[in-house]
DNA sequence: CGCTTAATTGACTCGTCTCAACAAAAGTGG
DNA sequence: CCACTTTTGTTGAGACGAGTCAATTAAGCG
């Protein structure tokens, strides 16, 4: 298996599934290879028509195009379909700090519900699609499924489970640490979705992954170095495979969620 | 007014509510002077008459008790009534790192919905009371009432944005930025409980602050004295006077939620 | 009123940032 | 398709903010 097959990108396509459908297309959830990561979990087959009812499926953004950006007013949260995602704030002086990557299955936006506003921007990070699951719909939809309330107050709840993970990662680690955690946590991701956890594509930039971790582009490009000369991973570019999973994991001490740290 | 009538713990209190009534009694949603900020937010009273079944209220904590603690299951989600409470998890090492600080109508355990498992301790900063709302229950009562199940989403994502803010504070901000940040913040939250926004009494320790920031005790010490110096605040061990609120928030850059940054 | 814990202050060290130069990809247009 | 520009990633040298260690003072608390 060549590590391009990982490529988070290809994630969808690589599965073998026809682009215009796994990507593009109109595929139901009820056939979407993420289903059972997605807001479907849980849900028979007369529910999830329900569900399909209230999302629509629009065409694949291009690396670097919006899906939203802060201000918009919340009409939709958006699950992602294939590709991947970032989130970002914009500080006064113009700079940007990233505030998470998304991946296929994820949902995004749901930072918006409590003030109708996104209080982030969201831009594809490679070529993309999402679905658009209507805000309204699908607070109607989860007075009447309990099954779909229950998935969505689980995804909420991870997510903030996942936020307090890194800020105790950002408050606690060192810049090696951080690091460490990203890579395994985004291993461990890749891994749920199908894919092996041990080698795979980056899809953000390494100022991307400074900004999401509080580090100077310098710092993260001498710590995949380090990492790489210790025999933890093998890096070129975006290209990763890790090596020692177990080793990376414990330098991320408690904070990858999900997992337990080793030994 | 002295500052000492701001202090957080006296803030039910003070209202001139009897303390049985107030702190650990069987006072009523409806009754309860936080109805506009926890749970109670849009419902009749039909409804209120509902959400009070599955609450059970007891007696208050003694500072240093335990809510609960990480790995507990998830029985409740926790309405803090009176006092504050920290939420914290505890490395391998035994060090614990703090991550979040809960003033009266903010609800605690959202993280554990989607693992049925608490992922933090939590213990009372100082004599406080909570209400104990029946997990099971609320998914329950949120099915049937519209303003419920709207109330609680908005709340989660509160914590999702408040959250990822502390992201970007602790990865992007110095020392100075992020303790202006938190007093800020710490400001805004205690006003919009009624009281002013000048001059409270912090309920946590340095080493709390510190660990919730990131910083070490000595750290966020000299930065205390520092803010003195400059004449942005009057601070005395752990009773606060904001004298120039709007410098603050400039300090705290983007990183105040709620409030636009001033300038 | 002593004892323990919390907070403050100082001196020194070290990790990470900044600035700067360079290399390698990736677009772009003829 | 190649030469160009632009973007992205890597590496080095020096500066500085915040951590650590240690000592002192001030509060809580029994």
Known sequence: MTADSFAV??????????YGAACGGNVACQDCSLHQLC???????????????IIRRRRPLRRGEYLFRAGD?????????????????CSSEGDEHV???????ELIGLGAIATGVYPRSARALETSSVCEVAYE?????SMKIRGLQRQLLRLMSREIHHDETM?????GMAAEGRLAALLSNIAARVGERGFSPHAFRLSMSRNDIGSYLGLAVETVSRLFTRLQAEGLLNVQRKQVMIRDPDRLRRLAGVCVDGLPPPR
Do not use: C, N, Q
């Open 73 to 89: 007013p919340l009409r939709a949260v958006y699950a992602v379909r294939s590709g991947s995602i970032k989130t970002y704030t």
């Open 167 to 171: 800020m105790v990662l950002l408050g």
């Open 39 to 53: 807001l479907p979990v849980g849900l028979d087959s007369e529910d999830l028509e329900r569900l399909d009812r």
């Open 99 to 105: 505030t998470g990557f998304h991946l296929p299955g």
């Open 137 to 141: 719909g699908l607070e109607d939809l």
């Open 9 to 18: 990108h290809s994630m969808t396509v690589s599965r073998g599934e026809r």
